[in-house]
């Protein structure tokens, strides 16, 4: 088989491009090891900048979006026993994130390819990159118990921080950058109704909590925990306790409870792979960077990444221009780079560090009192949350 872009992973990266490519005239082919309906069922993010609305909207996926995306104008940031709002539209002129849950933005797009006849393959095992340093790449997979080959122009690894396409370049090719942090996530979901109209982060001396929600019945909830904790030992009500006691006391006494849908423990990691071209392969979404959850960010990054993709190979076969295809890995990187430092920066302000002293959590709570008293920290806050401008 031949196809102009060869994508390995169908996750919202992959899907994305694939569509995007599509609407320009472009073929792919996408290869996902998972089935259909596991992509699907995966729960993970919830916040869409308007950026990734727009992007959503240009690929033709925006409907069901606009009718049951949530807009939120501001966050609440809860500490001290108290909840103080940050007000995106005030703070940045009219801007304001879209509450939508990644599940919903994976199904839309499967739709659309589903639709437009465009070649995602399920349960495409053993995928494997060849020749990307040469002009013809390949892929090699099995499907349906056979050996397959697709012949390409460019390969897109759009297959997540664990994924083979980055593996595949060699070592000496790559640099990497990592943090991992000493807690972990333990995440929620539950068909209860909200708590507040707005997502709560909350700093608190047990550890972060943070209310999130899917829908006006649906909530989602996330709590700090150790790297190593056991779902098991975590039966619903005991999560539903731990939230009461982590969020301010309004939200604690208006938290309804009810029975799981989902429980995960998501580590916490800062990771970027440098470059993110290596020839013909060109790495996007999680593949080349990972951002801990607390800022929002990875989704928003994977889609960035894939605007600028998208872009370049436009112009290499609409205009046999590749100017984009050359300056991608470092126009993406500038922007990776800072929602990698905002991550971090939310990270390290809401979270208990288990070997810090007292002095951390002193500095913590007099930046929280900074940035909900003074205009200038606030504003800093809103406009890397609601994502920065594009080049
Ligand atoms: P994905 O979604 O991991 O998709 C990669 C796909 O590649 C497939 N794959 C392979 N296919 C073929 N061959 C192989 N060898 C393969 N290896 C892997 C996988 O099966 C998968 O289908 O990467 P992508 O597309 O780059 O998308 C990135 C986002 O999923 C990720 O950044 C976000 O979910 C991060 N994230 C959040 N981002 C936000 O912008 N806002 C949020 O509110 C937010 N909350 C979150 C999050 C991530 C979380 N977890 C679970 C990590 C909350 C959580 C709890
Ligand atoms: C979510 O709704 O899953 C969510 C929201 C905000 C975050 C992380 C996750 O910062």
Redesign the pocket.
């Known amino acids: 088989m031949r196809t102009q872009v060869g994508i ?7 899907l994305l491009l694939s569509q995007l490519l599509h609407l320009a005239g472009i073929e792919s082919v996408v ?4 089935s259909r309906a596991y ?1 699907e069922g ?1 729960i ?4 869409l900048e308007q950026g990734t609305v727009d992007l959503l909207d240009a690929a033709g996926v925006g409907d069901r979006l606009h009718s049951e995306g949530l807009v939120h104008g501001g966050i609440e940031l809860a500490f001290g026993g108290r909840r103080h709002r940050i007000d995106f539209e005030d703070l940045t002129g009219g801007k304001a994130v879209m509450v939508y849950g ?1 599940t919903e933005v994976t199904k839309d797009l499967n739709r659309a390819r589903e639709a437009a006849g465009g070649a995602v393959v399920f349960e ?1 095992e053993g ?1 494997r990159l060849h020749d990307f340093d040469g002009a013809q790449p390949r892929l090699t997979y099995r499907a349906d118990g056979a050996e397959r080959e697709l012949r390409c122009d460019f390969i897109a690894g ?7 396409s980055r593996r595949s370049v060699p070592a000496a090719s790559i640099a990497t950058f990592e943090r991992v942090y000493p807690f972990a ?1 333990l ?1 929620i979901l539950a068909d209860t109704k909200p708590v507040s109209a707005e997502l709560i982060y909350a700093r608190h001396e047990r550890g972060f909590a943070l209310f999130s929600m899917r829908s006006p019945s649906r909530s989602r909830l ?1 709590i700090q925990c150790s790297p190593d904790e056991q779902l098991d030992d975590w039966p619903d009500e005991r999560i539903w306790d731990e939230l009461r006691l982590r969020l301010d006391a309004e939200a604690a006494a208006r938290l309804e409870t009810g029975p799981s849908i989902e429980k ?1 423990v ?1 580590p916490m990691r800062s990771f970027v792979a440098e470059p993110m071209r290596f020839g013909r392969l060109f790495l ?4 080349a960077h990972i951002v801990p ?1 607390t800022g ?7 889609a960035a990444d894939v605007r600028y993709l998208s872009r370049a190979l436009i112009a290499h076969y609409k205009e046999g221009r590749d100017d984009l295809l050359d300056a991608y890995s470092e126009t993406c990187l500038r922007r990776i780079w800072k929602a990698q430092r905002f991550s971090w920066w939310m990270t390290s302000l809401l979270h208990r560090f288990p070997e810090e002293s007292g002095f951390g959590g002193r500095v913590q709570l007099a930046e929280l009192d900074y940035v909900t008293s003074s205009r200038a920290a606030a504003r800093t806050l809103a406009e890397n949350y609601v994502g920065l401008p594009f080049e």
Request: hydrophobic share 40%; proline share 5%.
């Open positions: 390995v992973g169908a996750g919202p990266s992959g290869l996902e090891r998972r992509v995966r993970r993010a919830g916040v990644q495409a995928v759009c297959d997540g921080f664990h994924g083979i996530w995440g996330y995960s998501t996007a979404g999680d593949a959850p929002a960010k990875g989704l928003n990054l994977a």
